[in-house]
């Protein structure tokens, strides 16, 4: 039975009962919508190998979250949400793409929020274009419904009016064969720059653990690719 079917009859509630149950309406909305959508990303979940515990813990913590809160995939939901992001590589120099973060101090993947999207790879796919201007960005492996190749949840501090709260980012890679027609969108970061794995790797403390991981796992993925094809 949905939440909002239990609640007292909106004639005998208090105002903050009214708010709390357009609440549990708006949840059990999300719920009857979204669940289609959730399965999939469930089955999406329980088929990735994780790398290492952060990684496996990070997954059954997605997993919990998203049953816990039917608008994950929103960022009206403020204890966490979804993010895409995608780790892109130039096709024939095998070099990857990062920018820096200037808030963060760090060296990071593009990607950004889901906006009211239920397909993650089509929305870093998107975020990718955006902060690249790189339009002929295609998913590695190559596929209808590309998995991501990596998941991390990590802490977003406070800031302004916003709480503090959780990122789920699904990760993807991404190859270009067009690395000079980086251009960014007005407003998107200009500190971004090409370099080898190993460079980007050597940036030790400017880049986060789960960063390297993903740099590790592309770098993996693309050993036995051969150039130009």
Known sequence: MPRHAGLP????????QKLDTL???MLDLYRY???????SIMTMLDAHQPADDKEAADIDLIKRLIAEHPDILSMSCEV???TASALIVDRASFRTLLHFHK??????QVGGHV???????????????EETGLTDLEFYPASDAAPPVDFDVHT????????????????????????EAIAPDAGESTQIRWMSFDEALALDA???PSLKRLLRKGQALLRDLPSGD
């Open 9 to 16: 009859l909106w004639r005998d509630q208090s105002v903050e």
């Open 23 to 25: 609440r549990a309406q």
């Open 33 to 39: 919508q979204l669940s289609p959508a959730y399965a």
């Open 80 to 82: 966490a949400h979804i």
């Open 103 to 108: 808030r963060l101090g760090r060296w990071l």
């Open 115 to 129: 906006e009211y999207e239920t397909d993650i790879a089509a929305a870093a796919l998107r975020e990718a274009r």
């Open 156 to 179: 977003i501090p406070q800031r302004l009016m916003t709480p503090e709260h959780l990122h789920l980012d699904f990760r993807y890679l991404l190859l270009t064969r067009q690395p």
């Open 206 to 208: 400017a880049i986060d």
